[in-house]
């Protein structure tokens, strides 16, 4: 048994599986923006738990709503009604273009979801030949099967084929590209995030999306929105599609929803929940009333404090203040992003920025190898925002050049 000092265990044998680069470090405290490792070093944490913790960390009212619920009822199964599960359903029917929501506990397990979904519909209402998904290229679903082969990256899929039949990878945002693969009889469904977040931080073209929409219509394709990052506030309104002039048919969301217990939902029209009966889908654990409490009072708080409008405010802001690092140093490429979802791209790998901030107590996290990706708690503030800049200007500084 091999003891491991120096890498964050503190010496403990380490038998968790090695599926992640962990940096060496053990987080045992947050609180809004900040998380503390155990040995009292403070961060200020630009990461958000990759995109979950909007709320910021150990948010009072969230806590409360936990503990109530633990000491209540945490688990009951999918066999009986789950009012905070119908309430939150309610509310993200009230907020969104669907109807009918399923809850899982994950984002991979939202596309499964999804995905599911829409071969049933168009296998219910056209036959089996239509059962075809193009994705695109930088996209990221997630790691179970079906996931993994929506997501249009190699590195990814290496080593686990024989991957889901029945997927083709389009070129983002060239409309030629997907009816080179569109076909009536054949396709069931384009899936796409509206802002690519691992794939680098990149948002679709809002004129793309139109006629995409469009192109669905005319072919009877179901158009899927994965709001897995970009949904719960994330980009300024609750869903990024409502900035974007179409709706889609079915939404994939998580992270965010429950300010970090662990909460996925498919959300859906009507005439394609239709298709889904007793019997067609299900998860023990999916939309359990711990989870569902959780989930009603992240998006109560979200609304009733107005963070949708402080989002946009901020997101602004962090963009225009990394804005200056371009043209000031040579690595600074582009700034992209939208809401508190922003990237720096670098002409470079992003891992040394990224290193050398945590040290010098800012996280951040890569997006699609070269993009330094900034996805702050939505509660953050300026001085948060000019404090974690500086560090990233600082950095800069000290590994590059200025121009
Ligand atoms: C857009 C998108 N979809 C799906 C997933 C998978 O979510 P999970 O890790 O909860 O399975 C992620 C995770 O980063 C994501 O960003």
């Known amino acids: 048994m091999s003891k491991l000092n120096d890498n964050g265990t503190n010496g403990v044998a380490n038998h968790v599986m090695q599926t992640y680069g962990r940096w060496p470090v053990a987080m045992v405290k947050g609180e809004g923006v900040w ?21 910021g960390h150990a948010h009072p009212k969230i806590a409360e709503v936990i503990a109530r619920q633990a000491s209540t009822l945490l688990h009951c199964s999918n066999l009986f009604h789950i009012p905070s599960q119908m309430e939150l359903a309610g509310k993200l029917v009230e907020l969104s273009c669907c109807d009918q929501v399923f809850f899982c506990n994950s984002g991979a397990e939202a596309i499964e979801g999804s995905i599911k979904m829409a071969r049933r519909y168009a296998h219910k209402n056209y036959g089996p030949e239509k059962h075809e998904i193009i ?19 190699q590195k990814y899929q290496e080593g ?23 076909s009536p009889e054949k396709t069931c469904a384009v899936l796409l995030e509206p802002v690519q977040g691992e794939g680098g931080v990149r948002p679709f073209d809002k004129q793309f999306l139109m006629n995409l929409r469009k192109l669905c219509d005319e072919n009877g394709v179901l158009l899927i929105f994965d709001e897995v990052q970009t949904g719960v506030g994330r980009t300024g309104t609750f869903f990024a599609y409502e900035q974007l002039g179409v709706e889609p048919d079915i939404i994939a969301l998580a992270k965010g929803l429950a300010n970090g217990v662990p909460i996925g939902a498919v959300l859906a029209k009507q005439h394609v929940a239709d298709v889904m009966v007793p019997g067609t889908h299900a998860s023990t654990f999916g939309g359990n009333p711990l989870a569902t409490a959780a989930g009603v009072a992240t998006v109560e708080i979200l609304l009733q404090e107005g963070i949708l409008a402080h989002v946009r405010e901020m997101g602004a802001y962090l963009v225009d203040k990394l804005q200056t690092l371009v043209g000031k140093y040579f690595v600074a ?10 990237g720096l791209s670098l002409d470079r790998p992003a891992g040394d920025v990224i290193k050398a901030c945590l040290e010098k107590g800012l996280l951040l996290t890569v997006a699609g190898g070269n993009a330094v990706r900034f996805t702050p708690p939505l509660i953050v503030e300026k001085e948060h925002i000019d404090q974690a800049v500086s560090i990233v200007e600082q950095t800069l500084v000290e590994l590059y050049q200025p121009v």
């Open 35 to 55: 998380l503390y490792d155990d040995k009292g070093k403070q961060y200020l944490d630009f990461t958000a738990g990759i995109a979950v913790t909007g709320l």
């Open 135 to 153: 994705t695109f290229e930088h996209s990221f679903h997630g790691r179970t099967l079906g996931a993994l082969t929506a997501t249009c990256q």
């Open 160 to 182: 686990f084929a024989p991957l889901v039949p029945g997927f083709h990878y389009a070129q983002s945002g060239d409309l030629e590209s997907v009816k080179s693969f569109l």
């Open 333 to 342: 490429q582009e700034v992209r992003g939208m809401g508190l979802l922003v």
